[in-house]
């Protein structure tokens, strides 16, 4: 399995709901990632976990937060979010942070904050 | 901190040429270079990596070619064809750093 699966693949949500973004990959990998795209625009790194442990947050609104329940699973819970949040959240594995840090990425999952 | 960034937004070429995709970084310190192609509705898509210590690397109908004197990436595609279409990344890294992304070329291939 080569994979990284994301769930859902689109979301629509109000400005109060609470909702969450899910990631599950097989492949072994011990570092996982978050990543927040914009239209037209290079992915913008948001948090890593290695080893199931929090390394990097990125400065991120702490209406974005992440849970890394097992080393297969990666997910991204959204509380009070704005306008400007809608964007395709992408999530990637890899070997944990190593010379050559190769990422997989899902297809991400586009959300629309109304 | 390490800039990664692209020559020309889009590029537009005919099915069956070669296509050169040009990245310009800032880091010399840069270990390795990563080039991902990422298609409309989809994630990144790995396509090729290149370690520092090499000016040279080639796959299936890709090459990547590193010019360390000029901090010049470029990744040329044999023989284009209408799949080849995407937005292609540059993205580099240095030991245990996490990935800085380019802004991104668009590649469209017309039959």
């Known amino acids: 399995d080569t994979e990284v699966t994301q769930t859902p693949k689109h979301l629509v949500m109000g400005m109060t709901n609470k909702k969450s973004l899910k990631c599950e990959q097989h492949?072994?990998?011990?570092?996982m990632y978050w990543y927040k795209q914009k239209a037209k625009k290079p992915p913008e790194l948001m948090f890593v976990?290695?080893?199931?442990?929090?390394?990097i947050n990125e400065s991120v609104p702490s209406r974005f937060s992440p849970e890394c329940p097992n080393s297969s699973l990666l997910n991204l819970h959204l509380h009070a979010l704005q306008p400007e949040d809608s964007a395709l959240y992408l999530c990637?594995?890899?070997?944990?942070?190593?010379?050559?840090?190769?990422?997989?990425f899902g297809a991400g999952s586009r959300l629309t904050v109304l | 901190g390490e800039s990664v960034g692209l020559h020309l937004p889009t590029l537009s070429v005919q099915e069956g040429d070669n296509s050169i995709i040009n990245c310009a970084y800032s880091?010399?310190?840069?270990?390795?270079f990563i080039w991902y192609k990422q298609e409309s509705g989809k994630g990144p898509q790995f396509i090729i990596d290149?370690?520092?210590?090499?000016d040279k690397r080639q796959g299936q109908r890709v090459t990547v070619l590193l010019n360390k004197t000029v901090k010049h990436l470029s990744l040329q595609i044999a023989a284009t064809q209408p799949g080849d279409s995407a937005v292609y990344f540059c993205?580099?890294?240095?030991?245990?750093?996490?990935?800085?992304f380019g802004k991104g070329t668009m590649l469209l291939v017309s039959p």
């Open positions: 993205a580099g890294g240095s030991g245990y750093s996490t990935l800085t």
């Open positions: 880091n010399s310190a840069s270990d390795y």
């Open positions: 290149i370690r520092s210590n090499m």
């Open positions: 990637a594995s890899s070997q944990p942070l190593s010379g050559a840090n190769v990422l997989t």
């Open positions: 976990y290695s080893y199931e442990k929090l390394s």
């Open positions: 492949m072994g990998h011990r570092a």
